[in-house]
C-alpha cells in the first residue's frame, strides 16, 4: 500500500523556468512533511519541509505548498537552474510511540536543461 | 564532521552467505535508520533505533538483524543472503529534537545477491 505517491517517474525542464514536482498520500495521520533531493551515487540530502499546520514554507528558490483537503503537495523550484537535476523524493512523517517515522515516495527525476 | 558514514560502498554476495553493512555517525544524533531503495521505489524502513540499546522494526524487517551497542555505530546484519535483498542500502541519524525530522543520510551501500 503506497502511502506516499509520486505519480510523475520524470519531469524536464528548461533552465530559467519553474519546476513543480508533485506528491499525494493518503494517510491523514502524518503530520509533517519533506523533500528531499538525491544525486547519482550519494545518500539523499534533505531541502525542505512543511508542517500539516501550514499551507506554505519557502526557502530561497524552493517553495512546498500542501493542500490537506486534497492530501496534496507540491515543490516549486524558480528558476530552474542545472545543478537542480536530481531525483527528489517527498516524505511524510507519522508519529510512532517510539520515534517518528518517514515514509517516502518512488522519487522524480528532475532534469534541468541549458 | 563526517556525518554518517557507511561501509562498504559495494559489494557482491552469494546466496547464503552473511554479511554486515556498517554505520557510523559522529553527530551524537539518538535516532539511527536503515532503509533500502529498490530500483523505481522509495526508501522502504528496515529497522530503526531511538537510542544505544533500543531497536525497532520497520517496514521489510524480515532476513535483518541489527544492534546498538553505542550512539555511534548501527550496524545492519543480513544473515542468509537471498537475491530480493539485492539493493541500494542508506543508513540515516537525526536529532532528538528539532524543528522538523530532518534526517542526515549516508552515501549508501550498493548489494548485489547472486
Known amino acids: 500500500d503506497q502511502q506516499v505517491k509520486q505519480n510523475s517517474p520524470s519531469l524536464s525542464v528548461q533552465e530559467g523556468r519553474i519546476s513543480i514536482l508533485n506528491c499525494d498520500y493518503t494517510?491523514?495521520?502524518?503530520?509533517?512533511f519533506l523533500w528531499y533531493k538525491k544525486y547519482p551515487a550519494e545518500g539523499p540530502t534533505f531541502l525542505i519541509s512543511?508542517?500539516?499546520?501550514?499551507d506554505k514554507n519557502e526557502d530561497g528558490r524552493f517553495t512546498v505548498f500542501l493542500n490537506k483537503s486534497a492530501k496534496h503537495l507540491s515543490l516549486h523550484i524558480v528558476p530552474s537552474q542545472p545543478g537542480d537535476s536530481a531525483v527528489y523524493f517527498c516524505?511524510?512523517?507519522?508519529?510512532?510511540?517510539?520515534?517518528?517515522?518517514?515514509?517516502f515516495g518512488a522519487g522524480t527525476i528532475l532534469r534541468v536543461k541549458s | 564532521n563526517a556525518g554518517v558514514t557507511q561501509t562498504p560502498k559495494f559489494r557482491i554476495l552469494k546466496i547464503g552467505q552473511s554479511m554486515t553493512l556498517q554505520c557510523a555517525q559522529d553527530?551524537?544524533?539518538?535516532?539511527m535508520y536503515w532503509y533500502r531503495q529498490d530500483p523505481g521505489m522509495g526508501l522502504k524502513l528496515i529497522y530503526y533505533?531511538?537510542?544505544?540499546?533500543?531497536?525497532d522494526k520497520g517496514e521489510v524487517p524480515n532476513g535483518y538483524n541489527v544492534s546498538r551497542s553505542t550512539t555511534e555505530d548501527f550496524p545492519l546484519r543480513l544473515e542468509l543472503a537471498a537475491p530480493s535483498q539485492t539493493s541500494v542500502y542508506f543508513c540515516?541519524?537525526?536529532?532528538?529534537?528539532?524543528?522538523?525530522?530532518?534526517?542526515?543520510f549516508g552515501p549508501g551501500t550498493r548489494l548485489t545477491v547472486l
Open positions: 553527530m551524537n544524533h539518538n535516532y
Open positions: 512543511i508542517s500539516s499546520i501550514k
Open positions: 516524505a511524510a512523517r507519522r508519529r510512532m510511540e517510539y520515534g517518528n517515522k518517514l515514509v
Open positions: 540515516a541519524s537525526r536529532r532528538t529534537s528539532g524543528r522538523s525530522d530532518e534526517q542526515f
Open positions: 533505533s531511538v537510542g544505544a540499546g533500543i531497536t
Open positions: 494517510n491523514s495521520m502524518f503530520d509533517y
